[in-house]
């Protein structure tokens, strides 16, 4: 059974941090383009980061973050452990949501369009307020 599970989420005051994981069972996320998404209420679902599978192709292999995570926020994947993270800085109100992480592929460049994933985990909140 193929299978994506977020863990890591919480809640944190502004300025803190978290690292949000996705770890896949069933299957390898080595061949996989990886894609954090997040929901807030009343919002459409919003692509923060995503990354090209393990040798980088297709795609350049650069790691795609939305304009307001820059800087802040980093994607990466441990092959090993079949995990996939997402490190959370200097988290702000606005970054409240409920995180999902994704899977396309095998061999697929990833995507900011979330209809164009395959597996999706269940989703972790993540609210960021004093």
């Known amino acids: 059974q193929l299978q994506l599970v977020e863990s890591g989420g919480g809640l944190v005051q502004p300025g803190g941090s978290l690292r949000l994981s996705c770890a896949a069972s069933?299957?390898?996320?080595?061949?996989?383009?990886m894609g954090w998404f997040r929901q807030a209420p009343g919002k459409e679902r919003e692509g923060v980061s995503c990354?090209?599978?393990?040798?980088?192709?297709?795609?350049?292999?650069?790691?795609y973050y939305t304009d307001s995570v820059k800087g802040r926020f980093t994607i990466s994947r441990d092959n090993a452990k079949n995990t996939v993270y997402l490190q959370m800085n200097s988290l702000k109100p606005e970054d409240t949501a409920v995180y999902y992480c994704?899977?396309?592929?095998?061999?697929?460049?990833?995507?900011?369009?979330?209809?164009?994933?395959?597996?999706w985990g269940q989703g972790t909140q993540v609210t960021v307020s004093s």
């Open positions: 990354i090209s599978p393990k040798d980088g192709s297709p795609g350049d292999g650069n790691p």
């Open positions: 069933g299957f390898s996320l080595d061949y996989y383009s």
């Open positions: 994704a899977a396309r592929g095998p061999w697929k460049a990833y995507s900011r369009n979330s209809e164009e994933y395959d597996y």
